[in-house]
């Protein structure tokens, strides 16, 4: 046997063991998921069912069709939450986003007094849990009167994903080269316009990135949006979840059903995003 | 005419400012107001909640719901409000086993809603919804005590009947007595495909089962002082049964973490011989389409334990009026509304019991023509004879949580039950003692 | 001129703090404050009641504060350790991809869109003893026939828990890693293969000190945002049976608003966040070391 055959057999091992690696890996990890539309569809007799029904016998769309239909009768506000979610997420990104930038752009281009110091300061503000947080917001809303509004999860959101959007953006500028913005100004450009037609193309991927997490984020929260959201005038779908429990019973494929709704949409966004996504995540790791 | 001024006059100056109609003329007038609500959220009971657009429209008021979120939620939500002295709201979603928690948040409804419209209600009911002497809530067709579910075909067969009656001496039966339920328990099992029965082993729930079996094996839960006595001989013997239930595998081995969604999954699964459960249940489990014990299921009132007394831990959803409400009158009257006998009938045909008498005669003449749902009802109506429902102690919750971890611990072997029973006595009195009430 | 350098970045970072003040250290102060009371949400008349240290002493000598305690460290430990590794492979797998690539790593970001909350409700209905998906399985594949207790034993609901953060979480890592790996300069690994080294020095001495900082910055990242396990924990066991699976954060939720002992609660909760920070500065640490060597080395 030559040394390139035997290279080419152990190349093509490598290429198999690798297929069946990735294949168990993505098996696990959308195992979950799977089970979760396959309840969404099944009758709950059968995902109950004792011995288990693997393959299932019927498939029908109930849970959906008495989700989307009339509240009294297994309706639950679907649009009404799922707008509450897209409105208070998306502004929230959208809000973390500039001012991420703005922050961002500071801890990369400018050196000031304690800076490192604010940094860390800056993250562990993170480091609250939601637990914790939950009654003196709640006290603290209740006296502005901006209980169960969008802008109270809103400002929320936004204090909860500003660090984190600083942190990668941060990273992003520092890896675009200062002298382009420089040149730039030489060429006439003020510094506003340098950093809009300059930097900021270059720092694209880092803020979709960014964006796509502080999104995740705020649609997925559930502790504070609990205590925070009433009725459908601000409850997120993950608040609405709890709708299809009641004192003695859960009603799990209800609950599959709105859950495929609410992953739907962060499933399609990262879809599109993610090429700029892994592009984006370098925090500045290699620069330091 | 004087007659009825008197009244009004009795009932209070509030009503009589506002105009409101005495009696006779519920639900009355109050054109321009609005009820801030805050309701408990859920699918089954959206039906009743369709009816307040009839309210709304009798009456010429406005009702607002403000916050629907599932009990424990609200019950959170609630405790927030207080706190943040942000009660901005009139009506709220109360339960029995909560209510002693806010003692001062909801007003005493006697006096808004008259005499012979509380005649209406079972008084049993009316007094679990009494606490400090205040008639905080009126309860809806949600009442809640437990009777025992049983899969009709083990007592059919013919070779298991002679077994036992070899092995225990006496003839196999839907068991009277909690001593009948261990021994069949066991009896069935055969794990991991079928068990002998089930229990809610955490929370407020394993704590209301071992109550109620402390009370049947004669002892008292809080004594006659108001100091826990749980860890009495009778409590001992009453969590010694969940114990034996554990230990010898009669039960599911996640029992210890069931809620009651788990348990009624469990029994509609087919693989639980025995299941203390509640009427909500009913329908469901007879269902083919969401049961496999569907044609299968028979049901007895809930048995006794040692001292001959039966279990009966019972609890009671309702609505109730705040004290902050500005307009109480037409509070009152959309809680009357949702109570009164046109809703609770509403909510008895799916399934939960009425606690207005006339609703009751009405349900059971409902059921003549269908022999299961006639069984089911005649059980539980003569299960509510037993009921009983929590002490009234605003600290019952908080009691709940250090008693329920002890409580497992010994039916997983973990301590005996007697030192688990004296810690738990110790923590719960630390609790009343904290709280100024020892 | 040196004034307008100091005060722009200031300015820049204004709305920062702004929010951050609003929503985070006022609340914070707040909470503090509340934790030197014997404040009952029932009974907002002892919020003014001020008793110093009472709270954190009770909860200092309370042996189940610290069972929970050491179980939370145990919890994160064990967690992080898992999701670093399992994100490794995952992601070592990933950059081998050639084709279907976008879909391929959508798929692997899965987890990440389902909400805790969810994630809760599907490993507990998932690790059911009864009718749960594992047990069947097992059953069904004739690896047992018992029903395997996995929310009851202590050892087992570590483990489903552990499972369920590990699942939902490994993404995180992966894409991060992910995203170092590629970009990562080709030239000194072809360097490294042109001198001789296996795949796997080349990995352990090229590659790895490159993705060092990448797992890092998950790790500060994830210590970040731990209270996300606590929906999960909460909807799986809340804790128990018998504490055994009481984290810090179901023990300060229940006598928060279960029990209405706030005050009690945010002193426990002190010693979360405390434990937070600790997790966190550890990371930065090792994540500023990293970064030296990279920027030393290339």
């Not at chain 3, 945002?225 to 909460?234: E, L, Q």
């Not at chain 3, 066991?237 to 928060?256: C, K, M, N, Q, S």
């Amino acid at each position: 046997m030559t040394r390139n055959e035997s290279s080419r057999i152990w190349g093509r091992l490598a290429a198999v063991a690798h297929a069946v690696g990735l294949g168990l890996a993505l098996l696990v990890i959308c195992l979950p998921g799977v089970w979760i539309v396959l309840s969404s569809l099944r009758p709950t007799v059968e995902i109950m069912a004792k011995p288990p029904v693997w393959i299932p016998r019927q498939l029908t769309l109930e849970a959906y069709t008495s989700m989307f239909g009339a509240v009294g009768q297994g309706g639950v506000p679907v649009w009404d939450y799922f707008r509450n979610s897209l409105i208070i997420s998306v502004t929230s990104t959208v809000i973390a986003i500039a001012i991420g930038m703005a922050g961002g752009y500071a801890f990369a281009r400018f050196r000031f007094r304690g800076k490192s110091a604010f940094f860390l300061g800056l993250m562990l503000s993170r480091t609250v849990p939601g637990i914790s947080l939950s009654l003196p917001l709640f006290i603290i809303y209740a006296r502005l009167g901006i209980i169960d509004t969008h802008f109270a999860l809103i400002i929320t959101y936004v204090a909860l994903n500003v660090p984190f959007t600083i942190w990668l953006i941060d990273g992003f500028f520092r890896q675009v080269p200062r002298d382009l913005a420089e040149a730039a100004q030489i060429d006439g450009c003020t510094r506003w316009q340098a950093f809009w037609q300059v930097e900021f193309p270059l720092a694209g991927p880092g803020i979709a990135s960014a964006a796509i997490f502080a999104f995740m984020t705020s649609w997925n929260e559930f502790a504070l949006a609990s205590q925070l959201t009433r009725s459908v005038n601000s409850k997120t779908l993950p608040v609405g979840l709890l709708d299809y429990t009641s004192e003695f019973t859960i009603d799990w494929r209800g609950m599959c059903a709105l859950a495929v709704v609410m992953i739907a949409p962060a499933f399609a966004l990262t879809f599109v995003i993610q090429k700029r996504l892994v592009a984006g995540l370098t925090f500045g790791a290699v620069k330091g | 005419m004087k007659r009825a001024a008197l009244i009004s006059a009795a009932i209070g100056p509030l009503l009589l400012a506002s105009g409101a109609a005495p009696a006779a003329n519920l639900p009355g007038s109050f054109p321009g107001v609005t009820i801030d609500a805050k309701l408990i959220g859920g699918k089954e009971y959206e039906p009743l909640y369709a009816r307040i657009a009839e309210w709304e429209k009798l009456t010429g008021a406005k009702v607002n719901i403000i916050s629907k979120k599932n009990h424990f939620e609200l019950d959170k939500e609630f405790k927030s409000d207080i706190a943040a002295n942000s009660i901005k709201w009139c009506v709220g979603s109360n339960h029995t086993s909560f209510a002693p928690q806010y003692p001062n948040l909801y007003t005493d409804l006697t006096k808004y809603v008259p005499k012979e419209e509380l005649d209406k209600f079972v008084a049993s009911n009316i007094k679990a919804s009494t606490v400090n002497g205040k008639l905080v809530m009126l309860p809806r067709a949600k009442f809640d005590v437990s009777a025992l579910y049983f899969l009709k075909s083990n007592y059919t067969d013919d070779a298991k009947k002679k077994a036992f009656k070899e092995k225990y001496g006496y003839d196999l039966a839907p068991p009277t007595t909690w001593q009948q339920v261990k021994d069949q328990s066991i009896f069935f099992s055969n794990p991991p495909n079928f068990y002998g029965t089930e229990f809610a082993g955490k929370e407020e729930a394993i704590n209301g089962r071992f109550y109620e079996m402390v009370v049947a094996e004669g002892g008292d839960y809080i004594d006659a002082k108001g100091k826990p006595a749980f860890n009495s001989e009778a409590g001992v013997r009453a969590l010694q049964f969940f114990v034996d239930l554990y230990k010898n595998k009669a039960v599911p081995p996640g029992t210890t973490n069931y809620l009651w969604d788990d348990l009624g999954a469990g029994f509609a699964s087919g693989t639980i011989a025995l299941d203390l459960d509640w009427p909500g249940w009913a329908t469901y489990f007879n269902d083919p389409k969401s049961s496999k014990a569907a044609g299968n299921v028979g049901i007895v009132v809930q048995p006794a334990g040692s001292s001959g007394k039966r279990t009966g831990w019972s609890g009671s959803h309702g609505f109730s009026v705040t004290e902050a409400c500005d307009h109480k009158d037409a509070a009152a009257s959309l809680v009357w509304w949702l109570t009164n006998d046109d809703s609770q009938k509403i909510e008895a045909a799916a399934g939960s019991l009425p606690t207005r008498t006339a609703v009751w005669e009405w349900d059971v003449a409902q059921a003549a023509s269908d022999p299961y749902k006639k069984e089911v009802l005649s059980t539980f109506q003569e299960s509510a004879k037993y009921a009983f429902p929590v002490p009234p102690l605003a600290e019952w919750i908080e009691i709940s949580n250090v008693v329920y971890p002890e409580l497992q611990a010994a039916i997983l072997g973990d301590k005996t039950a007697k030192a688990a029973l004296d810690t738990a006595a110790d923590k719960a009195t630390k609790i009343l003692q904290d709280a100024g009430k020892l | 001129m040196k004034s307008l350098r100091l005060g722009t970045p200031f300015l820049l970072l204004l709305p920062a703090i702004v929010v951050l003040l609003a929503t985070v250290a006022l609340p914070l102060a707040l909470s503090f404050y509340s934790s030197l009371t014997p404040f009952k949400l029932t009974r907002p008349e002892t919020l003014w009641v001020f008793v110093g240290a009472r709270n954190y002493v009770n909860a200092f000598t309370d042996p189940v504060f610290w069972a929970a305690f050491g179980r939370t460290v145990l919890l994160l430990t064990v967690a992080l350790n898992l999701e670093m590794l399992l994100g490794l492979g995952l992601a070592l797998l990933m950059e081998r991809v050639t084709r279907g690539q976008r879909l391929l790593r959508t798929l692997m970001m899965f987890p990440m869109m389902f909400s805790p909350i969810l994630v809760g409700f599907q490993f507990k209905f998932m690790f059911n003893d009864n009718v749960g998906l594992i047990n069947n399985a097992l059953q069904s594949l004739g690896i047992t026939d018992a029903a395997i207790p996995w929310l009851i034993n202590g050892t087992l609901a570590f483990i489903a828990i552990v499972t369920a953060e590990v699942w939902s979480s490994t993404p995180v890592f992966a894409i991060l890693i992910l995203a170092g790996l590629l970009a990562m300069p080709r030239e000194p690994i072809e360097a490294a293969k042109v001198d001789g080294c296996t795949p796997w020095q080349s990995f352990r001495y090229v590659t790895w000190p490159f993705i060092m900082p990448f797992a890092y910055i998950a790790m500060t990242i994830r210590s970040l945002d731990v209270g996300r396990a606590y929906d999960i924990v909460k909807i799986m066991t809340d804790g128990g049976p018998a504490r055994r699976t009481e984290l810090i954060w179901t023990l300060v939720a229940r006598t928060a608003y279960s029990d209405a002992r706030m005050g009690a609660a945010n002193a426990m909760a002190y010693a979360s966040i405390a434990l937070s920070i600790v997790f966190t500065v550890y990371f930065f640490r090792k994540l500023a070391a990293a970064r030296t060597q990279i920027a030393a080395e290339w």
